[in-house]
């Protein structure tokens, strides 16, 4: 049995076959009311020790201002709309920690997680944070007995995406909408953006950390990164409309849809094919232009020769400089 499995691994129809499966399976649950999901476990017990997940939650934290330019003084006050939190809030806190006013986080899903591994990632969390921060963190949630939150504070809401959850934010004006891995395994997207776009004060930013890869589908298994980019779109909506899979869009749409929206953009790039850790956005410091020879070699370029001709539309037709990016952040300022 086990080698069969390792056979079906190998075989780009029966991993597509798997997908299909799968999907239809997150689909008929959904459906039923039942949300729990591994989706955006990053914080498991089997998978992060504690000072993994604080290393996580601080990193995410760095980048956003990093990367958007903002200072923790202009954080003081700000609402903060978060997208796809999975199992933590670490985020959100440290938001609230700096001085932002209140959190909403939003997931289609409930991940699974250990209540009691999360309590400890919090009061880890809390130990590395200033007095006054501490002060703000403990307005937020409570951890004596377990984990409280506020919800004027810290709101989570699960079991609806964004662009349905409208009559549950339309009271609610962000200044900062915030997410991590999340939009590309949103199948059609401009919903969701548009959405975001809604709840966005004016000057109010957008920063996304998106995912490009196939996110391990075919290239776990030895095959091209760009496998997934062969599937007609017919047979590739049935292996991820429901199911958290890549959306394939690449990043002249996250260009496009925000351009539309009125949008001053900048987008980083945060991997490349070939090239460091697969699907991690680990590249830093994230860069808008790479290089040949410098940010990747000439066998990242041979990857996408060799499947160029099997490549489905529109893809076949895009330069090799969009299809080796297979990570960015994006940095968005609503302007009106």
């Known amino acids: 049995m086990t080698e069969l499995k390792q056979l079906a691994k190998k075989s780009k129809n029966l991993i597509i076959a798997a997908k299909i499966v799968d999907n239809w399976r997150m689909k008929r649950r959904f459906a039923a009311g039942n949300t729990e999901s591994l989706h955006g476990a990053t914080h498991s017990l089997f998978f992060t020790s504690i000072s993994e997940s604080l290393d996580y939650i601080n990193v ?33 806190l440290k938001f609230i920690a700096a001085g932002a006013e209140r959190a909403v986080c939003l997931d289609k899903y409930y991940s699974k997680r250990d209540l009691g591994h999360q309590q400890q990632i919090y009061r880890a969390l809390r130990e590395t944070l200033s007095d006054g921060e501490k002060a703000r963190f403990d ?61 966005l004060v004016s000057g109010g930013y957008m920063l996304h950390k998106i995912d490009l890869s196939d996110q391990g589908m075919f290239r776990d298994n030895g095959m091209n990164p760009l496998t997934y980019l062969t599937i007609p779109e017919s047979v590739y909506r049935l292996m991820a409309i429901d199911s958290g899979k890549p959306n394939r869009k690449l990043i002249s749409y996250y260009r496009r849809v925000m351009d539309e929206l009125g949008y001053d953009t ?71």
């Open 139 to 199: 307005q937020a949630v409570n951890l004596e007995t377990g984990i409280d939150l506020t919800a004027e504070k810290l709101l989570c809401i699960y079991g609806t995406d964004v662009e349905n959850a409208n009559q549950l934010l339309e009271t609610e004006k962000f200044d900062l909408a915030i997410s991590r891995g999340a939009i590309q395994d949103i199948y059609k997207p401009d919903a969701a953006f548009a959405a975001m776009d809604r709840i």
């Open 60 to 92: 995410q934290f760095e980048d956003y201002l990093k990367y958007s330019g903002l200072t923790v003084d202009q954080l003081k006050g700000m609402r903060i709309f978060e997208l796809g939190f999975g199992d933590n809030v670490g985020v959100a």
């Open 266 to 336: 900048k987008l980083l790039v945060t991997g490349i094919i070939g090239v460091g850790v697969p699907g991690k956005g680990d590249r830093h410091p994230h860069k808008e232009k790479v290089e040949l020879n410098v940010d990747y070699p000439q066998a990242t370029l041979q990857m996408v020769q060799e499947i160029r001709s099997r490549l489905v539309p529109p893809y076949r037709a895009m330069t090799n400089e969009e299809l080796i990016i297979d990570g960015i952040f994006m940095i968005a300022r609503k302007q009106r």
